[in-house]
């Protein structure tokens, strides 16, 4: 089991999400912080300021929406890809859309995995389980291994 809990990023501005995924994420059992950003832009400044900082740690995952203020979640995508440190984190895309040609922008930028966002809760609370599942596979996270 790990010692620490894993940190995820969540780059989210609708509450009602923020407050579904991190539900989703505890009845999964997964230990964690959730640390919110409300915009794109905060999400890029975010970056940049862990490139700056080699002593700040890295999140073992990022969540990241497409539909986003300011910044859109792909080019934050972008930004985490070109990144000198976060370009190795994992990036979950959890968006309500289902345009190809956002599955096409994201598949460029190097999305690990691509989600729907449900309205049912059943559906929603699936999507804590498989972060536990990616995150708890394999070392996926320096931060979070047993002390």
Sequence with gaps: MSGSPFQIVLVEDAESDVFVIREALEQAGLAFELHVLDDGEKAVE??????????????????????????????VLDRVRKSSRCSPIPVF???????????????????????????????????????REFLEGADRCAGASAQ
Excluded at 52 to 69: A, E, G, K, Q, Y
Excluded at 95 to 104: E, G, I, M, Q, V
């Design 46 to 75: 975010f970056i940049a300021k862990i490139d700056s900082d080699n002593t700040l740690p890295l999140p073992c995952l990022i969540i990241l929406d497409l539909n986003l203020p300011k910044v859109s979640g792909g080019q």
């Design 93 to 131: 895309i959890l968006t309500s859309s289902d345009s190809p040609k956002d599955k096409a922008e994201i598949a460029q930028f190097g999305a690990t995995q691509y989600c729907r966002k449900s309205s049912r809760l059943d559906e929603f609370m699936s999507f804590g389980l498989a972060v």
